[in-house]
Protein backbone atom coordinates (compact mmCIF):
# COMPACT_ATOMS: atom_id res chain seq x y z
CA UNK A 1 0.00 0.00 0.00
CA UNK A 2 1.01 3.28 -0.73
CA UNK A 3 1.60 5.40 2.77
CA UNK A 4 4.13 8.05 4.08
CA UNK A 5 6.73 5.71 5.01
CA UNK A 6 8.01 5.01 1.38
CA UNK A 7 9.91 7.04 -0.55
CA UNK A 8 12.99 8.82 0.09
CA UNK A 9 11.66 9.26 3.71
CA UNK A 10 11.18 13.24 3.54
CA UNK A 11 7.08 12.95 2.76
CA UNK A 12 6.98 17.12 3.37
CA UNK A 13 9.76 17.75 1.00
CA UNK A 14 8.06 15.47 -1.85
CA UNK A 15 5.04 16.79 -1.67
CA UNK A 16 6.56 20.15 -1.55
CA UNK A 17 8.49 19.53 -4.54
CA UNK A 18 5.87 18.16 -6.69
CA UNK A 19 3.65 20.72 -6.40
CA UNK A 20 6.33 23.71 -6.28
CA UNK A 21 7.28 21.99 -9.86
CA UNK A 22 4.07 21.48 -11.69
CA UNK A 23 3.17 24.93 -10.50
CA UNK A 24 6.11 26.54 -12.23
CA UNK A 25 5.40 24.43 -15.32
CA UNK A 26 1.71 25.14 -16.06
CA UNK A 27 2.40 29.05 -15.29
CA UNK A 28 5.47 29.12 -17.53
CA UNK A 29 3.28 27.42 -20.43
CA UNK A 30 0.75 29.60 -20.49
CA UNK A 31 2.60 32.58 -20.30
CA UNK A 32 4.76 30.95 -23.20
CA UNK A 33 1.35 30.36 -25.42
CA UNK A 34 -0.34 33.61 -24.33
CA UNK A 35 2.91 35.18 -25.52
CA UNK A 36 2.63 33.30 -28.84
CA UNK A 37 -0.80 34.26 -29.71
CA UNK A 38 -0.14 37.80 -28.77
CA UNK A 39 3.04 38.15 -30.78
CA UNK A 40 0.80 37.14 -33.63
CA UNK A 41 -1.54 39.71 -33.02
CA UNK A 42 0.89 42.05 -32.92
CA UNK A 43 2.95 41.32 -36.22
CA UNK A 44 0.69 38.95 -37.83
CA UNK A 45 3.62 36.89 -38.18
CA UNK A 46 4.90 33.54 -35.97
CA UNK A 47 8.31 33.29 -38.14
CA UNK A 48 11.01 32.36 -36.40
CA UNK A 49 13.11 35.32 -36.02
CA UNK A 50 16.52 35.79 -36.40
CA UNK A 51 16.17 39.57 -34.98
CA UNK A 52 18.16 40.53 -32.02
CA UNK A 53 15.13 41.14 -30.28
CA UNK A 54 14.15 37.49 -29.96
CA UNK A 55 17.26 36.37 -28.40
CA UNK A 56 17.49 37.06 -24.45
CA UNK A 57 20.11 39.43 -23.81
CA UNK A 58 21.88 40.99 -20.85
CA UNK A 59 24.79 40.84 -17.73
CA UNK A 60 23.31 38.75 -15.54
CA UNK A 61 20.20 36.90 -14.51
CA UNK A 62 19.33 38.35 -11.53
CA UNK A 63 19.43 41.98 -13.25
CA UNK A 64 17.96 40.61 -16.11
CA UNK A 65 14.70 39.41 -14.43
CA UNK A 66 14.74 43.12 -12.36
CA UNK A 67 15.14 44.81 -16.15
CA UNK A 68 12.53 42.84 -17.40
CA UNK A 69 9.69 43.76 -14.84
CA UNK A 70 11.08 47.43 -15.60
CA UNK A 71 10.51 47.19 -19.16
CA UNK A 72 13.94 47.62 -20.09
CA UNK A 73 14.17 45.01 -22.46
CA UNK A 74 10.66 45.93 -23.99
CA UNK A 75 9.95 44.14 -27.73
CA UNK A 76 6.36 44.13 -27.49
CA UNK A 77 3.88 42.68 -24.79
CA UNK A 78 4.14 39.39 -26.69
CA UNK A 79 7.92 38.99 -26.69
CA UNK A 80 7.47 40.15 -22.84
CA UNK A 81 5.42 37.44 -21.73
CA UNK A 82 7.49 34.51 -23.79
CA UNK A 83 10.50 36.16 -21.94
CA UNK A 84 8.53 36.33 -18.80
CA UNK A 85 7.84 32.31 -18.96
CA UNK A 86 11.31 31.61 -19.51
CA UNK A 87 12.45 33.07 -16.14
CA UNK A 88 9.21 31.38 -14.44
CA UNK A 89 10.55 28.20 -16.27
CA UNK A 90 14.42 28.85 -14.80
CA UNK A 91 12.96 29.89 -11.33
CA UNK A 92 11.28 26.79 -11.55
CA UNK A 93 14.13 24.22 -10.69
CA UNK A 94 16.04 27.09 -8.68
CA UNK A 95 13.19 27.80 -6.30
CA UNK A 96 12.54 23.89 -5.67
CA UNK A 97 16.48 24.19 -5.18
CA UNK A 98 16.17 27.01 -2.21
CA UNK A 99 13.35 25.23 -0.73
CA UNK A 100 14.73 21.87 0.03
CA UNK A 101 18.09 24.36 1.46
CA UNK A 102 15.63 25.94 3.96
CA UNK A 103 13.86 22.17 4.46
CA UNK A 104 17.21 20.47 5.26
CA UNK A 105 18.31 23.69 7.80
CA UNK A 106 14.47 23.40 9.01
CA UNK A 107 15.05 19.52 10.10
CA UNK A 108 18.95 20.09 11.34
CA UNK A 109 19.95 17.79 8.56
CA UNK A 110 23.77 19.21 8.20
CA UNK A 111 24.84 16.78 5.51
CA UNK A 112 21.99 17.66 2.75
CA UNK A 113 22.26 21.20 4.05
CA UNK A 114 26.00 20.99 2.86
CA UNK A 115 24.86 19.01 0.05
CA UNK A 116 21.91 21.19 -1.32
CA UNK A 117 23.71 24.53 -0.20
CA UNK A 118 26.76 23.48 -2.55
CA UNK A 119 24.27 23.25 -5.76
CA UNK A 120 22.75 26.64 -5.24
CA UNK A 121 26.15 28.38 -4.40
CA UNK A 122 26.97 26.90 -7.96
CA UNK A 123 23.93 27.43 -9.96
CA UNK A 124 24.02 31.34 -8.65
CA UNK A 125 27.40 31.77 -9.09
CA UNK A 126 26.93 30.81 -13.04
CA UNK A 127 23.61 32.28 -13.30
CA UNK A 128 25.17 35.70 -11.88
CA UNK A 129 28.50 35.32 -13.88
CA UNK A 130 27.54 34.49 -17.33
CA UNK B 1 8.40 27.02 -43.72
CA UNK B 2 9.62 26.88 -39.76
CA UNK B 3 7.62 28.89 -37.96
CA UNK B 4 6.64 28.74 -34.71
CA UNK B 5 3.32 27.06 -34.96
CA UNK B 6 5.25 24.59 -37.30
CA UNK B 7 7.72 23.69 -34.67
CA UNK B 8 5.02 23.48 -32.14
CA UNK B 9 3.90 21.41 -34.15
CA UNK B 10 6.97 18.91 -34.55
CA UNK B 11 7.85 19.61 -31.01
CA UNK B 12 4.76 18.04 -29.64
CA UNK B 13 5.06 14.46 -31.93
CA UNK B 14 8.85 14.56 -30.92
CA UNK B 15 7.87 14.84 -27.16
CA UNK B 16 5.68 11.96 -27.48
CA UNK B 17 7.84 9.81 -29.46
CA UNK B 18 11.25 11.16 -27.00
CA UNK B 19 8.42 9.77 -24.17
CA UNK B 20 7.45 6.26 -25.55
CA UNK B 21 10.99 5.48 -26.44
CA UNK B 22 12.96 6.80 -23.75
CA UNK B 23 15.11 9.06 -25.51
CA UNK B 24 13.72 12.72 -24.47
CA UNK B 25 12.74 15.00 -26.49
CA UNK B 26 15.83 16.96 -27.07
CA UNK B 27 17.97 14.32 -28.58
CA UNK B 28 15.36 14.00 -31.38
CA UNK B 29 14.43 17.87 -31.63
CA UNK B 30 18.09 19.32 -31.79
CA UNK B 31 19.01 16.78 -34.99
CA UNK B 32 15.98 17.88 -36.49
CA UNK B 33 16.17 21.22 -36.29
CA UNK B 34 19.92 21.36 -37.67
CA UNK B 35 18.18 19.51 -40.80
CA UNK B 36 15.62 22.61 -40.80
CA UNK B 37 18.49 24.89 -41.09
CA UNK B 38 18.89 26.37 -37.52
CA UNK B 39 22.52 26.50 -36.29
CA UNK B 40 23.77 24.02 -34.36
CA UNK B 41 24.55 25.43 -31.40
CA UNK B 42 20.92 27.84 -30.93
CA UNK B 43 18.86 24.31 -30.99
CA UNK B 44 21.37 23.04 -28.67
CA UNK B 45 20.98 25.72 -26.00
CA UNK B 46 16.73 26.04 -26.65
CA UNK B 47 17.12 22.10 -25.94
CA UNK B 48 18.40 23.20 -22.63
CA UNK B 49 15.01 25.03 -22.05
CA UNK B 50 12.98 22.74 -23.47
CA UNK B 51 14.21 20.07 -21.36
CA UNK B 52 13.75 22.00 -17.70
CA UNK B 53 9.94 22.35 -18.93
CA UNK B 54 9.55 18.52 -19.76
CA UNK B 55 11.69 17.22 -16.77
CA UNK B 56 9.83 19.20 -14.35
CA UNK B 57 6.55 18.34 -15.43
CA UNK B 58 7.25 14.61 -15.49
CA UNK B 59 8.95 14.36 -12.42
CA UNK B 60 6.21 16.56 -10.03
CA UNK B 61 4.03 13.02 -10.82
CA UNK B 62 6.74 10.52 -10.19
CA UNK B 63 8.01 12.42 -7.01
CA UNK B 64 4.20 12.71 -5.53
CA UNK B 65 4.51 9.02 -6.17
CA UNK B 66 7.21 8.52 -3.77
CA UNK B 67 8.78 6.81 -6.54
CA UNK B 68 11.56 9.36 -6.92
CA UNK B 69 14.33 9.55 -4.50
CA UNK B 70 15.21 13.19 -3.53
CA UNK B 71 18.18 12.58 -1.45
CA UNK B 72 19.97 10.19 -3.77
CA UNK B 73 19.17 12.97 -6.77
CA UNK B 74 20.29 15.70 -4.48
CA UNK B 75 23.54 14.05 -3.57
CA UNK B 76 23.91 13.42 -7.49
CA UNK B 77 22.77 16.73 -8.84
CA UNK B 78 25.96 18.21 -6.85
CA UNK B 79 28.14 16.10 -10.08
CA UNK B 80 25.90 16.61 -12.70
CA UNK B 81 25.70 20.40 -12.46
CA UNK B 82 29.33 20.67 -12.25
CA UNK B 83 29.79 18.64 -16.00
CA UNK B 84 26.95 20.51 -17.44
CA UNK B 85 28.61 23.93 -16.64
CA UNK B 86 31.88 22.76 -17.90
CA UNK B 87 29.78 21.05 -20.65
CA UNK B 88 27.75 24.17 -21.66
CA UNK B 89 31.36 26.49 -21.28
CA UNK B 90 33.25 23.82 -23.93
CA UNK B 91 30.03 24.37 -26.73
CA UNK B 92 30.31 28.09 -26.56
CA UNK B 93 33.44 27.69 -27.57
CA UNK B 94 34.53 24.82 -29.83
CA UNK B 95 33.96 24.55 -33.85
CA UNK B 96 30.23 23.53 -34.26
CA UNK B 97 31.66 20.56 -36.69
CA UNK B 98 32.96 18.90 -33.29
CA UNK B 99 29.21 19.29 -32.22
CA UNK B 100 27.60 17.16 -34.90
CA UNK B 101 30.39 14.08 -34.17
CA UNK B 102 30.09 14.82 -30.60
CA UNK B 103 26.27 14.78 -30.40
CA UNK B 104 26.29 11.53 -33.04
CA UNK B 105 28.66 9.40 -30.97
CA UNK B 106 27.18 10.42 -27.48
CA UNK B 107 23.22 8.65 -29.38
CA UNK B 108 25.36 5.34 -29.04
CA UNK B 109 24.79 5.36 -25.50
CA UNK B 110 21.02 5.38 -25.74
CA UNK B 111 21.61 1.78 -27.21
CA UNK B 112 22.42 0.80 -23.09
CA UNK B 113 18.57 1.08 -22.27
CA UNK B 114 18.18 -2.14 -24.37
CA UNK B 115 19.94 -4.66 -21.96
CA UNK B 116 18.18 -2.84 -19.19
CA UNK B 117 16.32 -5.86 -17.13
CA UNK B 118 12.19 -5.96 -16.66
CA UNK B 119 11.31 -3.58 -14.11
CA UNK B 120 10.13 -6.26 -12.16
CA UNK B 121 13.09 -8.22 -11.26
CA UNK B 122 14.90 -6.24 -9.08
CA UNK B 123 17.70 -7.88 -6.94
CA UNK B 124 17.60 -5.82 -3.77
CA UNK B 125 21.66 -5.03 -2.91
CA UNK B 126 22.78 -5.98 0.20
CA UNK B 127 25.93 -4.12 0.15
CA UNK B 128 26.09 -0.39 1.12
CA UNK B 129 29.38 1.53 1.09
CA UNK B 130 30.82 3.39 3.91
CA UNK B 131 29.75 7.05 2.21
CA UNK B 132 26.37 6.15 1.23
CA UNK B 133 25.10 4.76 4.28
CA UNK B 134 26.89 8.08 5.73
CA UNK B 135 24.60 9.88 3.79
CA UNK B 136 21.36 7.43 3.77
CA UNK B 137 21.52 6.73 0.46
CA UNK B 138 18.44 4.23 0.60
CA UNK B 139 14.80 4.38 0.54
CA UNK B 140 11.70 2.53 -0.83
CA UNK B 141 8.28 2.53 -3.01
CA UNK B 142 5.20 0.75 -3.99
CA UNK B 143 5.81 -1.62 -6.87
CA UNK B 144 2.36 -2.15 -8.61
CA UNK B 145 4.06 -4.73 -10.61
CA UNK B 146 4.75 -7.14 -7.86
CA UNK B 147 2.31 -5.54 -5.31
CA UNK B 148 4.79 -5.00 -2.79
CA UNK B 149 6.81 -2.08 -1.14
CA UNK B 150 10.51 -2.54 -2.58
CA UNK B 151 13.40 -1.63 -0.13
CA UNK B 152 16.91 -0.93 -1.76
CA UNK B 153 20.16 0.79 -0.59
CA UNK B 154 22.39 2.76 -2.71
CA UNK B 155 26.08 1.39 -3.15
CA UNK B 156 29.26 2.53 -4.86
CA UNK B 157 28.30 6.42 -3.95
CA UNK B 158 31.69 7.94 -5.37
CA UNK B 159 32.12 6.04 -7.93
CA UNK B 160 28.34 6.65 -9.50
CA UNK B 161 28.94 10.67 -8.08
CA UNK B 162 31.85 10.51 -11.02
CA UNK B 163 29.76 8.63 -13.65
CA UNK B 164 27.22 11.66 -13.03
CA UNK B 165 29.71 14.06 -13.83
CA UNK B 166 30.22 12.57 -17.25
CA UNK B 167 26.64 12.37 -17.88
CA UNK B 168 26.54 16.24 -16.80
CA UNK B 169 29.21 16.77 -18.70
CA UNK B 170 27.65 15.11 -22.15
CA UNK B 171 23.95 16.82 -21.21
CA UNK B 172 25.82 20.55 -20.72
CA UNK B 173 27.90 20.11 -23.68
CA UNK B 174 24.63 18.64 -26.22
CA UNK B 175 21.44 20.12 -25.05
CA UNK B 176 20.20 16.86 -24.24
CA UNK B 177 18.79 14.82 -20.96
CA UNK B 178 21.53 12.55 -21.55
CA UNK B 179 18.89 9.88 -19.92
CA UNK B 180 20.07 6.32 -20.96
CA UNK B 181 23.64 7.29 -19.89
CA UNK B 182 22.22 8.47 -16.13
CA UNK B 183 20.01 5.54 -15.63
CA UNK B 184 22.94 2.85 -16.29
CA UNK B 185 25.19 4.56 -13.99
CA UNK B 186 22.32 4.62 -11.03
CA UNK B 187 21.22 1.05 -12.20
CA UNK B 188 24.60 -0.68 -12.32
CA UNK B 189 26.81 1.15 -10.10
CA UNK B 190 25.02 2.20 -7.80
CA UNK B 191 22.59 -0.34 -7.58
CA UNK B 192 19.43 0.88 -7.45
CA UNK B 193 15.93 -0.31 -9.06
CA UNK B 194 14.94 0.81 -12.51
CA UNK B 195 12.21 2.68 -11.40
CA UNK B 196 13.75 4.34 -9.16
CA UNK B 197 16.58 5.14 -11.42
CA UNK B 198 14.41 6.09 -14.39
CA UNK B 199 12.41 8.60 -11.92
CA UNK B 200 15.23 9.70 -9.86
CA UNK B 201 17.64 10.21 -13.60
CA UNK B 202 14.45 12.45 -14.75
CA UNK B 203 14.38 14.68 -11.80
CA UNK B 204 17.88 15.26 -12.33
CA UNK B 205 17.56 16.33 -15.72
CA UNK B 206 15.66 19.42 -14.75
CA UNK B 207 18.45 20.64 -12.57
CA UNK B 208 21.22 19.43 -14.79
CA UNK B 209 19.88 21.29 -17.36
CA UNK B 210 19.50 24.37 -15.73
CA UNK B 211 23.09 24.52 -14.94
CA UNK B 212 23.23 23.98 -18.59
CA UNK B 213 20.94 27.07 -19.32
CA UNK B 214 23.09 29.66 -16.60
CA UNK B 215 25.81 29.17 -19.17
CA UNK B 216 23.87 29.71 -22.55
CA UNK B 217 21.69 32.63 -21.09
CA UNK B 218 23.50 35.45 -22.16
CA UNK B 219 25.91 33.80 -24.90
CA UNK B 220 23.59 35.17 -27.73
CA UNK B 221 22.30 31.23 -28.14
CA UNK B 222 18.54 31.67 -26.33
CA UNK B 223 15.73 32.54 -29.16
CA UNK B 224 12.62 33.39 -27.93
CA UNK B 225 10.98 32.01 -30.85
CA UNK B 226 12.29 28.61 -30.85
CA UNK B 227 12.52 28.11 -27.18
CA UNK B 228 9.00 28.77 -26.50
CA UNK B 229 7.03 26.46 -28.71
CA UNK B 230 9.82 23.79 -28.18
CA UNK B 231 8.88 24.15 -24.42
CA UNK B 232 5.01 23.98 -25.38
CA UNK B 233 5.36 21.45 -27.50
CA UNK B 234 7.46 18.47 -26.08
CA UNK B 235 5.83 19.13 -22.54
CA UNK B 236 2.15 18.44 -24.18
CA UNK B 237 3.84 15.50 -26.43
CA UNK B 238 5.70 14.02 -23.01
CA UNK B 239 2.82 14.46 -21.07
CA UNK B 240 0.29 12.51 -23.97
CA UNK B 241 2.97 9.78 -24.65
CA UNK B 242 3.42 8.72 -20.56
CA UNK B 243 -0.48 8.05 -20.94
CA UNK B 244 -0.47 5.76 -23.68
CA UNK B 245 2.96 4.52 -23.21
CA UNK B 246 1.71 1.13 -21.47
CA UNK B 247 -0.84 0.63 -24.42
CA UNK B 248 2.06 -0.07 -27.23
CA UNK B 249 3.88 -3.44 -27.39
CA UNK B 250 7.30 -3.98 -26.18
CA UNK B 251 8.46 -5.02 -29.95
CA UNK B 252 6.69 -1.84 -31.49
CA UNK B 253 8.36 0.52 -28.94
CA UNK B 254 11.78 -1.16 -29.44
CA UNK B 255 11.59 -1.12 -33.73
CA UNK B 256 10.57 2.80 -33.33
CA UNK B 257 13.26 3.42 -31.10
CA UNK B 258 16.01 1.77 -33.23
CA UNK B 259 14.49 3.92 -36.54
CA UNK B 260 14.34 6.94 -34.76
CA UNK B 261 18.21 6.43 -33.09
CA UNK B 262 19.58 4.98 -36.53
CA UNK B 263 18.09 8.31 -38.35
CA UNK B 264 19.35 10.80 -35.84
CA UNK B 265 22.93 9.36 -35.51
CA UNK B 266 23.10 9.38 -39.64
CA UNK B 267 21.72 13.12 -39.87
CA UNK B 268 24.64 14.17 -37.47
CA UNK B 269 27.12 12.49 -39.18
CA UNK B 270 26.05 13.54 -42.56
CA UNK B 271 25.90 17.16 -41.48
CA UNK B 272 29.22 16.84 -39.58
CA UNK B 273 30.90 14.97 -43.27
CA UNK B 274 29.40 18.05 -45.47
CA UNK B 275 30.46 20.85 -42.96
CA UNK B 276 34.17 19.68 -43.03
Redesign the interface.
Known amino acids: MRNEKIGSGEPKLETGISFLLMVGVIISLILEIAGVILLYQSYRSLAISQNESAFIRGNDFFTFIFQQFQGKHSSGIGMELMTIGIIVLILTPYIRLITSVVYFGWEKNLKYVFITLFVLVVITLSLALH | M????S??LISIVVGFLGSLTGLGGASILIPLLVLLG?PVKEAIACGM?AI??TS??S???Y??????????A??L??FT??GA?VGATITTIIHPIYLYFFFAAFLLTSFLKIKKPSDCDFQESIHQDRIAR???LK????DECTNK?VEYKADHAVLGGLGMLVAGLAAGMLGIGAGAFKVTVQENILKLPPKVSSTTSNFII??T???G?????????????????M??GT?IGAVAGGRILNKISDRALRILFFLIVIFLIGQMLYKGVTSI
Do not use: C, H, Q
Not at chain 2, 63 to 72: A, M
Not at chain 2, 213 to 229: E, I, K, Q, R, W
Open positions: LNIVLSIVIASGAASVKERITNVKVMYEMITIWLDGSYYVGMALAVSVYLFSGLLNLTLMAPAIT
